[in-house]
Nanobody
Framework: QARLAESGGGLVQPGGSLTLACVTS????????MSWYRQGPGKGRELVAK???????RYAESVKGRFTISRESQKNTFYLEMKSLKPEDTAVYYC????????????WGQGTQVTVSS
């Protein structure tokens, strides 16, 4: 059974840094595209960053130059390193694993809260 588990969220001051981790199990890690989404208060869920094998990572315009997505196959884990955090980065962050082979296989983590506030 596929499972994704986020960790690393918390409260940080503006300008600070956090690194989120998403540990996966029950999937063939290297066959999936990995993404981070977020949902801020009163907002819809938006794509923050995506990493796929053989393709340069993609980022939302609002986080370019501040966030970095990476993956570590040996640990079946992918990360979101966040720097220069702003209050508008406050959201619940979700990790997602997706594979399209005829049909779409997609899995979500439970979410981790990131709050940027002084």
């Amino acid at each position: 059974q596929a499972r994704l588990a986020e960790s690393g969220g918390g409260l940080v001051q503006p300008g600070g840094s956090l690194t989120l981790a998403c540990v996966t199990s029950g999937i063939t890690f290297n066959m999936y595209d990995m993404s981070w989404y977020r949902q801020g208060p009163g907002k819809g869920r938006e794509l923050v960053a995506k990493i796929a094998k053989g393709v340069a990572p993609r980022y939302a315009e609002s986080v370019k130059g501040r966030f970095t997505i990476s993956r570590e196959s040996q640990k079946n884990t992918f990360y979101l390193e966040m720097k220069s955090l702003k209050p508008e980065d406050t959201a619940v962050y979700y990790c997602n694993a997706k594979r399209v082979v005829g049909r779409t296989y997609g899995y979500w983590g439970q979410g981790t809260q990131v709050t940027v506030s002084s």
